[in-house]
């Protein structure tokens, strides 16, 4: 890292403003001196990389995920590193958040949420089909482009989330567990397709409801609901998105529906566009 002229370069990058920040990380504007190119590079503390010596995976999955052309996916162009820091150079994308979307405006209309939740689960299938997992999907972390195509963000980053909800920073001040299957919360292993296609249809729930369906400001509770799925679909629901959202939120993730099959579902279906790849 070097400052001239009062800008921040990192490697070929002019570091600008902040885009935002998560729970793990600072974002920041950056455009490639050489080629003008405008992306988004994500700024993560070494010292907490390397606390549980998850460096390895995260190299790992960061090698994968560069490999990973999907138009639902923020593509990860290249990582570097300091002496304290991270640095993961990636597609900048302009639309905002969804959830920004959905606290602005409310509710979504059944067809609108169904057209994000179909990209949703794209991104989702590719990025299992190439042995990446989230582990931390929720809405902060689906981003729109200029075009109001769906983003999904920080995948190949699940280390770091499994590193955030062993630290316990999920449960304090950077959210609530809202959105992890129970067999995540009861940490006895679990599958990460199933745990993902969980955290789908919550958001899924959340983008037709408005609300979360499981919610309570204590902890305790809280897990209890979701062990349960102990949750209640609104009336505007119709019948097949209510059937659907029940297969999906089963706390039994044996039971609960596989993505193939998922994908085969009649409301799914409707006026769905398989993704279009720019090779
Ligand atoms: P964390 O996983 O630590 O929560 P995120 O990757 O979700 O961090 O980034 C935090 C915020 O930064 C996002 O919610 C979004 O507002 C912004 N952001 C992240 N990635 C990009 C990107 N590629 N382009 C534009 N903004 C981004
Ligand atoms: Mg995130």
Redesign the pocket.
Known sequence: MSVSGGRTRVGRYDLGRT?????????K?ARNVDSGEN??I?ILDKEKVLKHKMIAQIKREISTMKLIRHPNV?RMHEVMASKTKVYIV?????G??L?DKIASRGRLKEDDARKYFQQLINAVDYCHSRGVYHR?LKP??L?LDANGIL?V??FG?SA??QQ?REDGLLHTT?GTPNYVAPEVISNKGYDGAKADLWSCGVILFILMAGYLPFEDSNLMPLYKKIFKADFSCPSWFSTSARKLIKKILDPNPSTRITIADLINNEWFKKGYQPPRFET
Request: hydrophobic residues 45%; aromatic residues 8%.
């Open positions: 885009l935002g920040e998560g729970t793990f990380a600072k974002v504007f992306v988004a994500k923020i990636m597609d900048l994308v302009t905002g958040e959830f931390d902060e972390n981003l983003k963000s920080d980053l770091l989330s955030v950077c």
